[in-house]
C-alpha cells in the first residue's frame, strides 16, 4: 500500500462552493430529486434510466446478484448497442443531424451525419461478417482518432462481435500481449498516422507486433497518411475502403441478450500482466447514457459536444461512441495534440463549432495554463455551459482556472469520478442541482452508492480518510477480467469480502461538509497524464535491458501530469559503471521503456543507485523511494532490513532526465 501525496492533503480546506445559476437549474436535465428517488427504489431508478434505450425484448429482472460478483442487469431484455446509438436516430427522423464533426490534424474535416453514420456502420458490420467474423470473436482495433474507429467499435458493437481498443501509442508488444490475451481474429489498424505534423507510421508497428500471432486472420488496414510504402502481407492484409466500399450499406441489426459482452478494454493493475475488463451490453449502455444526459445536461439537437479522450481508454469508450451516440449526440471528434498547429488549437475548435459541452483532463489543463490565459482569451468561447474534467484529482488551482479562463466564470465545472472498470460515471457533480466545490467530485451520482472506509471496512465520518468502495452493484459495472474469473474476485472483491464491497484502489477522504475528495491511487498504480500504469509493468520493461539487474518504480508528484514515473535501478555488476551512468546510457533506459510499453510510460527520471530499501521479507519499500523522488525527508526506515540503505542510496545519486 502506499500513501496519498501530501500535497494534495493539504487542500482539503476548500471553503469556496459556486451554486448554479437559476437560468440554468430551470433548464437542467437533472434534478435534485433523482438523489431520493434512487435511495428509494435503485432498482426502479435504473429501470426507468434502462427505458431510454430501445429494447426489442424487455426485461424480466433489474437485476439479479445472486451470483455476486458477476452481476446481471436487465436479466431476459434484448437490445442492439448499434442501433440505439445510430438508427433509432435516423428512424425517428434525425437522419441529417450531424453526429460527428471530424477535425483532422492536418486540417481536413468530415462531417458526418445520423444516415451517413447507419450506412458507415452497415457497410463495415457487412464487410466483417463477409470476413467470418461472428457474435462473441474479439476485434482488435489500434486506430488514431479518425472516424473509422468509432465506425469499426460500431460494427463490431452491431453485429455482436466484441471490440478490444489497444491504445495508438502502445508499443508492438504491448499490442502482441492484447491480441494473444483477447486471441482477437481481426485486426484493425491504419498505415500511418498524424502526429504533430507529422505522418508516422501505424502499419509497420502492427506488423512487428502480430508477427506469429496465430489467432489473427486478417489485418484490416484504414489509409489515412497515403505513404506509397505500406508493408503488406497478401493473403492477410486488406484494404478497409476496399472491403467496405464493396459492401451494401443496408444491414439489419439483431438484438442480443442484455448480457451479451460488448467490449474488453486493458488496463493496467498491479501485476505485469493487464487486465483485460469486460463489459456487457444493457446495463453499461443504460449508465453511459443516463450519466452523458445528466452529468453534461445534454440537449440533443442543441449542444455541441466535446470530449478530447482519446478511443483508446475507457473515457473515449463511454463518452464519445456510447453515452454521447445513444442520447443522439452532435460531438467534434478531433484527431490531433492541442498544439498542432498551434496552442490556440482547442479553443479555435470550440469558436468554429459552437461547442457548448467540452469534457478533459487536468493534465491538460495544467498545461493549457503552462501556456498562458492569453491564449484562449483570443477566441470566443462563449458557446461553452458545461465543463467536465476525469482521470485523476484536479487541483483547486487548475479547477479555478478552468471556471475563469475557459468557462468565463459561468460555466459549471462536473469532475467526475470513474474507471476502466465502473464502465461510467460515478462519482460527480450534477451540474444545475450541485454546488460545485474545486477539486472535490463531491457525491455519488443518484443509483449510486460509495464510501469511505477504513482499513477493517467501517465508514469513517466527516473529515476523516480512507479508502473509497463501492458498497452496491451498478449497471456499467464490469462483469470480470477476460478470461481470469480469480483474478477478478482478488482484484476487487477480497479486500472488504466480508462486507462484500467493490474496493476501487483509491485514497479518499469527507470534507466537513460529508463530500468526497479523491487522493490517488493506493496501489501499485501510477497515474501520469490521467493514464493508468502499473509500476510493476514500468519494472519488468526495465529489467528486460542487459544493463539492469534490478528496478523499482514509483509514481512522484508532478506540476503537469500528476505523477511522474521515477525509477531506481540497480545495474549489472559486468557493466562498466562510468559508462552505464553516463546520460546517454540513462536515455538509452527510458527509450527501452517506451519501446517496450509505450511513450506513455517513459521514465521522467531514471537514477542509478547501490541497493534498493527493501523489508526482511524482501519487499520494496517504495514509499522511501518516493521520499526521494520527491526530494523529501526520508520516513521512517526501521522496518528495513538494512536501514544503511537509503544513507547509500542518497550519497550515490546520479539521474538522468529531460529535465
Ligand atoms: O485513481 C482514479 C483516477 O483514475 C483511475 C481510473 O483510471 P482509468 O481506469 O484509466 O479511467 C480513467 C478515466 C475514467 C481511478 O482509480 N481518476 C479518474 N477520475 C478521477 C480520478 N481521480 C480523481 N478524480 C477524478 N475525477
Wanted: glycine content about 10%; aromatic content about 8%.
Amino acid at each position: 500500500m502506499t500513501e496519498q501525496s501530501p500535497a494534495l492533503d493539504n487542500l482539503l480546506t476548500e471553503s469556496r462552493t459556486f451554486p448554479p445559476s437559476e437560468a440554468f437549474a430551470a433548464k437542467a436535465n437533472a434534478t435534485a430529486d433523482s438523489y431520493a428517488e434512487a435511495n428509494e427504489d435503485r432498482e426502479a431508478f435504473w429501470a426507468r434510466q434502462a427505458e431510454r434505450l430501445h429494447w426489442d425484448t424487455k426485461w424480466s429482472q433489474v437485476l439479479d446478484w445472486s451470483d455476486a460478483p458477476f452481476a446481471k442487469w436487465f436479466v431476459g431484455g434484448k437490445l442492439n448497442v448499434a442501433y440505439n446509438c445510430v438508427d433509432r436516430h435516423v428512424e425517428a427522423g434525425h437522419g441529417d443531424q450531424v453526429a460527428i464533426h471530424w477535425v483532422g490534424e492536418p486540417g481536413d474535416t468530415r462531417d458526418i451525419t445520423y444516415a451517413e453514420l447507419q450506412r458507415e456502420v452497415s457497410r463495415a458490420a457487412n464487410g466483417l461478417i463477409s470476413l467470418g467474423v461472428t457474435a462473441r470473436d474479439r476485434v482488435a482495433i489500434q486506430l488514431q482518432m479518425i472516424p473509422e474507429a468509432i465506425i469499426a467499435m460500431l460494427a463490431c458493437a452491431r453485429i455482436g462481435a466484441m471490440h478490444s481498443v489497444v491504445f495508438g501509442g502502445f508499443s508492438p508488444s504491448a499490442l502482441r500481449q492484447r491480441v494473444d490475451d483477447a486471441q482477437a481474429k481481426i485486426v484493425i489498424t491504419s498505415d500511418g498516422q498524424y502526429r504533430r505534423g507529422k505522418a508516422a507510421p501505424m502499419k509497420a508497428n502492427v506488423d512487428e507486433a502480430l508477427a506469429g500471432a496465430e489467432s489473427v486472420e486478417k489485418v484490416l488496414v484504414v489509409r489515412r497518411t497515403g505513404e506509397d510504402d505500406v508493408p503488406w502481407n497478401n493473403g492477410r492484409d486488406l484494404w478497409w475502403h476496399e472491403l467496405v466500399e464493396a459492401q451494401s450499406d443496408q444491414h439489419t441489426p439483431e438484438a442480443f441478450d442484455s448480457e451479451h459482452p460488448l467490449y474488453i478494454l486493458y488496463t493496467s493493475g498491479t501485476t505485469g500482466k493487464p487486465k483485460g475488463i469486460l463489459h456487457t451490453s444493457g446495463g453499461y449502455l443504460t449508465q453511459a447514457a443516463y450519466t452523458h444526459h445528466a452529468v453534461f445536461d445534454h440537449k440533443p439537437g442543441e449542444d455541441v459536444y466535446w470530449c478530447t479522450a482519446d478511443i483508446g481508454w475507457v473515457t473515449g469508450h463511454s463518452y464519445i461512441v456510447y453515452g454521447p451516440l445513444a442520447n443522439r449526440v452532435t460531438q467534434v471528434v478531433y484527431e490531433g495534440t492541442p498544439n498542432t498547429p498551434h496552442e490556440g488549437r482547442h479553443w479555435e475548435i470550440i469558436q468554429t463549432y459552437k461547442v457548448s459541452l467540452y469534457y478533459t483532463a487536468p493534465t491538460l489543463i495544467r498545461t493549457f495554463m503552462k501556456w498562458g490565459a492569453d491564449i484562449p482569451a483570443k477566441y470566443d468561447l462563449s458557446s461553452l455551459r458545461v465543463l467536465g474534467s476525469v482521470g485523476e484529482p484536479i487541483n483547486p488551482e487548475a479547477w479555478m482556472w478552468y471556471r475563469e479562463h475557459i468557462g468565463g466564470n459561468r460555466c459549471p465545472i462536473v469532475d467526475t469520478w470513474w474507471q476502466t472498470e465502473t464502465g461510467s460515471i460515478m462519482i460527480s457533480p450534477l451540474p444545475g442541482v450541485t454546488h460545485t466545490k474545486p477539486g472535490s467530485a463531491q457525491r455519488p451520482l443518484p443509483g449510486i452508492s460509495a464510501k469511505v472506509v477504513d482499513d477493517a471496512g467501517n465508514e469513517v465520518g466527516k473529515g476523516g480518510g480512507g479508502y473509497l468502495v463501492l458498497d452496491k452493484p451498478w449497471p456499467g459495472m464490469l462483469r470480470g477480467i477476460w478470461g481470469d474469473d480469480e483474478r477478478y474476485r482478488e482484484t476487487y472483491w477480497s479486500r472488504f469480502s466480508e462486507q462484500g464491497y467493490y474496493f476501487a484502489g483509491d485514497g479518499a477522504k469527507y470534507d466537513a461538509d460529508g463530500d468526497v475528495w479523491l487522493l490517488g491511487r493506493v496501489d501499485d498504480v501510477m497515474n501520469v497524464s490521467g493514464h493508468r500504469i502499473s509500476t510493476t509493468e514500468v519494472e519488468s520493461a526495465l529489467v528486460s535491458h542487459p544493463t539492469v539487474a534490478e528496478a523499482a518504480v514509483v509514481g512522484a508528484t508532478d506540476p503537469t501530469t500528476g505523477q511522474g514515473i521515477v525509477a531506481f535501478v540497480i545495474l549489472r555488476g559486468d557493466v562498466a559503471e562510468d559508462q552505464a551512468r553516463g546520460d546517454a546510457a540513462i536515455q538509452e533506459l527510458r527509450n527501452h521503456v517506451s519501446k517496450e510499453i509505450g511513450p506513455i510510460a517513459k521514465p521522467r527520471q531514471i537514477m542509478v543507485v547501490p541497493e534498493l530499501p527493501k523489508t526482511r521479507s524482501g519487499k520494496i519499500m517504495r514509499r522511501l523511494l518516493r521520499d526521494v523522488a520527491e526530494n523529501r525527508e526520508i520516513g521512517d526506515v526501521t522496518t528495513l532490513a538494512d536501514s544503511s540503505v537509503m544513507d547509500l542510496i542518497s550519497s550515490g545519486l546520479k539521474s538522468g532526465s529531460d529535465e
